[in-house]
């Protein structure tokens, strides 16, 4: 066991024991929290310098079924880090002493969580994998279902524990194939000729379902919005920076180990990507719910990675190493880049919920004015999830977009145009993310306020400041110098598909240096924008008149732009995919009573797909509980007809007939 | 010997037809005790020699199916203060009517099965399936708690003929924990009679739905 496998295996168990002095300590105290976050912090420090080691090229040989490279490094960082930044934000915002019941049951469990991602990460044998896989899908729900008092909370865990243990019996089923290829449970790269296409395949698919459950994939993603709006708001930047990116982990491995994949795998990842991106942004659009949108988002960014995915395995199918390259580094720096950003959305949105107390968009407004700080830490989470220069999102959907667009430069694929096609949806993901996240800020933390909950918000505290500010901080630090990240970032490449050339080629394939420069240009410009923007303020100060003030006597700020009317353009587009459930009042008469308006849009697998066919299939088998009357004589006789017609099945009865009607 | 031995079952299965058809319990506990009693000798007259140990079981359970589980029976009864099942799921005369053709089954399927040469003279194989099925239609149409104790006492009996054929291969050891079985579980089930008949004022088992969920 090396030095950097060792440092991991520590950090994993401080984070596993992290938990349990504050079992020990009295329910009101805050040294349980203390204690706890000391630890993780410790972890976390321990970890990421383990990983550091094994990104820097450093590759263990396999210990006792665990092993530490480059790939699996470079998943193990943002488990440390937001595993660490999470809990010193819960320090302020899940106080013990204001949730003495449910707090330390939280905190033990976060470390539970974080051990098993750990453990899953270093993983070399099938069974050690599905022992850590296991402990986190186990410990996520009831981190997710933290405060179980509240039903919507409750029948959200259920649906995320339905959907993890759907994806663990596919992986089982993985895992027995991959024994049945290879004879043992090592994770070791297979040959050509261990496996047919059709075993293969079928391993294939059983990882996109296991996996694709857990990342979020667009039909298997109907746990995701619920379980994240739902979850306090660490757990939700948790889940969403860190254990839906396990399920992409387990991806990568998992096609890194299977030997030449058929184009058709590269073309099936690309278009779930499409339609995930796709449709996770839009039906952002379409929520009303602060969480349950940053939640819709995480299935776009899955979308995002897992066409990065796609591309490289479209790479690996026909031969050309710098798709591969270029995907899976997308892919890979994508991962990292979603963590950081959403992991600071997911925070600041908390910051706002601890605020005010709702997650109701349309109830927010004017909190920029109040809480300065998590608005500008908001905005550049929003900006970096878009896309746009010059923050770290940009960085890695250049990389697909090259990607992609080298694949249009070789028509003589058969799948160039679905490869060459998914470039301009990614641009529309982009576009349409944009929207979506002027319509969020522009309604919680611009114009007025628009019910009395806002006007007590309070900026966030100081530890929940230093949370988010390390998160802008990498953010910027990724979109400026992506080319630091470029050689930690080309050993995990390397890592997750054997055999393609690594180091320089990446360089040479993405224009890092340019890149540096044009947003360092950019963030200079922006500089001195808001700079003159601010001096032109102060010259001449704004007057604040009320909303739509032309005329009407008693103007209120409810009549201000909502979220759902700034976004009622493209719902009324997208109307034929979101079916939203509009409860209209009608108006009539010269003084017409007062009445409402409310429109909801129900989550297309989830509440139009699963829960009416679940509802079927109950009614069907309800009709076989009149069999269950709980008396005795009523089991009896079903075990004797049974028996009895059983004794029936093995009567001969020819013989018998034969002995009867011969003569 | 085979002729003494079909009389003994005759008369086995003569003594179910009477269980079904009486609806007075202590008419129905005697009539199984002496089934018991006659199942008891029974292997004495398979075997052709008598052993020492093959003595012992017998003894055995004619003391267990004639003797103590009777007695324990005739207890439940006093102390629950009944004498008859008065409303069985289906009539007396119903039940013993399909006694008589689950005998007549059992009878045609025994004939069909590819039996032992030994085996195919006695009516062994028939009467321990009438046996066993006639248990199961005590068990289904009784609902006093005592009868469908003498139910399963019936049903085990039927059982215990079916363990006559392998009478040479059976070890004791097997042999005495059936009989062990049989009384801790008659004697486990008479303490619950009386504790439905303090709960539920009744012996009917269908009071018993009210504890599902």
Redesign the interface.
């Known amino acids: 066991m090396t030095f950097s496998l060792a440092l991991v295996v520590g950090a994993i168990a401080l984070a596993g024991c992290s938990g349990l002095p504050g079992l020990f300590c009295p329910r009101p105290g805050r040294w349980g929290q203390k204690a706890a976050t000391w630890l993780v912090v410790l972890a976390a420090v321990a970890g990421i310098g383990g990983a550091a080691v094994a990104l820097a090229g450093e590759t263990t040989a396999t210990w006792h079924g665990i092993a530490l490279d480059a790939l699996s490094a470079w998943f193990l960082v943002p488990v440390f880090l937001l595993g660490a930044l999470g809990s010193v934000y819960g320090e302020s915002y899940w106080p013990q002493a204001s949730h003495p019941v449910n707090g330390r049951r939280l905190r033990l469990f976060w470390g539970w969580l974080m051990a098993g991602m750990g453990l899953l990460l270093i993983a070399r044998h099938g069974v050690v994998f599905l022992v850590g896989w296991e402990t986190m899908a186990l410990t996520a729900f009831f981190v997710i279902a933290t405060e179980d008092e509240q039903a919507t909370v409750r029948s959200s865990a259920w649906a995320y524990l339905v959907a993890t243990h759907l994806g663990t019996l596919s992986l089982f089923s993985l895992f027995a194939l991959l024994r049945k290829a290879t004879g043992s449970f090592a994770l070791r790269p297979l040959t050509v000729d261990e496996a047919g296409i059709g075993l293969l395949t079928a391993m294939f698919l059983l990882a996109l379902v296991g996996f694709g459950l857990k990342a979020g994939i667009m039909p298997l993603h109907f746990w995701l919005p619920g379980a994240h709006a739902n979850a306090p708001s660490h757990v939700s930047a948790f889940l969403s920076g860190v254990l839906i990116k396990m399920g992409v982990y387990g991806l990568v491995r998992i096609l890194g180990l299977l030997p030449a994949p058929p184009v058709a795998w590269g073309v099936l990842l690309l278009a779930a990507g499409v339609a995930s991106a796709l449709g996770g942004v839009l039906f952002a659009i379409a929520q009303h719910d602060l969480k349950r949108l940053l939640a819709y988002h995480s299935v776009e960014n899955i979308g995002i990675i897992v066409m990065g995915l796609g591309l490289a395995v479209l790479g690996r199918a026909t031969g050309h190493p710098d798709w591969v390259l270029l995907g899976l580094a997308g892919c890979l720096l994508h991962v990292w880049n979603h963590s950081l950003f959403k992991g600071l959305l997911f925070l600041a949105a908390g910051a706002v919920v601890h605020a005010t107390g709702t997650r109701e968009i349309d109830a927010l407004g004017g909190l920029g004015r109040r809480m300065p700080w998590t608005a500008a830490f908001f905005a550049t989470g929003a900006v970096a999830i878009c896309g746009l220069p010059p923050l770290n999102g940009f960085v890695s959907e250049l990389l697909i977009y090259l990607g992609l667009l080298r694949t249009a430069t070789v028509p003589a694929t058969p799948v160039w145009p679905l490869a060459a096609l998914s470039a301009p949806a990614l641009a529309m993901v982009g576009a349409l993310a944009v929207a979506c996240f002027v319509k969020v800020f522009g309604a919680v933390f611009l114009g007025l306020g628009r019910t009395p909950v806002t006007e007590q918000a309070h900026e966030a505290a100081p530890d929940m400041r230093g949370a988010m500010a390390v998160l802008a901080a990498f953010c910027l630090l990724i979109g400026l110098a992506p080319g630091w990240i470029a050689p930690l970032l080309s050993q995990a490449c390397a890592c997750a598909s054997p055999g393609t050339q690594t180091g320089t080629a990446l360089a040479s394939l993405a224009p890092f240096a340019w890149l540096s420069a044009a947003n360092g240009a950019l963030l200079i410009l922006l500089g001195i924008g808001v700079a003159v923007s601010l001096r032109l303020l102060r010259r001449h100060p704004v007057r604040r008149p009320g909303t739509w003030d032309c005329g009407y006597a008693q103007p209120t700020a409810r009549i201000q732009y909502t979220a759902s009317s700034f976004a009622q353009f493209l719902s009324s587009i997208f109307g034929w995919l979101f079916r939203a459930h509009v409860d209209r009042p009608r108006v009539t008469g010269a003084f017409p009573a007062a009445s409402r308006f409310a429109s909801h849009v129900p989550d297309l697998v989830l509440d139009r797909c699963l829960l009416p066919m679940a509802r079927t299939v109950e009614r069907w088998l309800g009709t076989f509980r009149r069999l269950?009357?709980?008396?005795?004589?009523?089991y009896?006789?079903y075990?004797?007809v049974a028996?009895l017609a059983m004794?029936v099945c093995t009567?001969?009865?020819g013989?018998?007939i034969k002995?009867w009607f011969c003569r | 010997m085979t002729s003494l031995l079909d009389s003994m079952l005759v008369m086995v299965l003569v003594l179910n037809l009477f269980a079904l058809g009486s609806s007075r319990l202590r008419a129905v506990i005697q009539v199984v005790a002496l089934q018991g009693a006659l199942l008891g000798v029974m292997p004495l007259v398979v075997h052709q020699h008598i052993s020492p140990a093959a003595a012992g079981v017998s003894l055995a359970t004619v003391l267990l199916k004639a003797i103590v589980i009777p007695t324990m029976l005739m207890r439940a009864l006093r102390e629950a203060q009944i004498k008859r099942e008065v409303e069985p799921l289906i009539g007396l005369l119903p039940s013993m009517i399909l006694g008589a053709a689950a005998t007549g089954f059992a009878m045609v399927f025994a004939s069909g099965l590819p039996l032992a040469d030994e085996h195919t003279a006695a009516l062994l194989v028939p009467a321990s399936l009438a046996t066993v099925l006639v248990g199961f239609i005590l068990l289904i149409t009784r609902t006093k708690a005592i009868s469908q104790v003498i139910g399963y006492l019936v049903l085990e009996n039927g059982i215990f003929l079916f363990g006559m054929l392998l009478v040479e291969a059976m070890p004791l050891v097997v042999e005495m924990g059936v009989l062990l079985d049989l009384f801790v579980g008659v004697f486990v089930i008479c303490i619950i009679v009386n504790h439905i008949n303090r709960a539920f004022a009744s012996l009917d088992t269908r009071r018993l739905a009210e504890l599902k969920e």
């Open positions: 269950q009357q709980g008396l005795a004589q009523s009896l006789l075990i004797l028996v004794l009567m001969p009865l013989e018998i002995r």
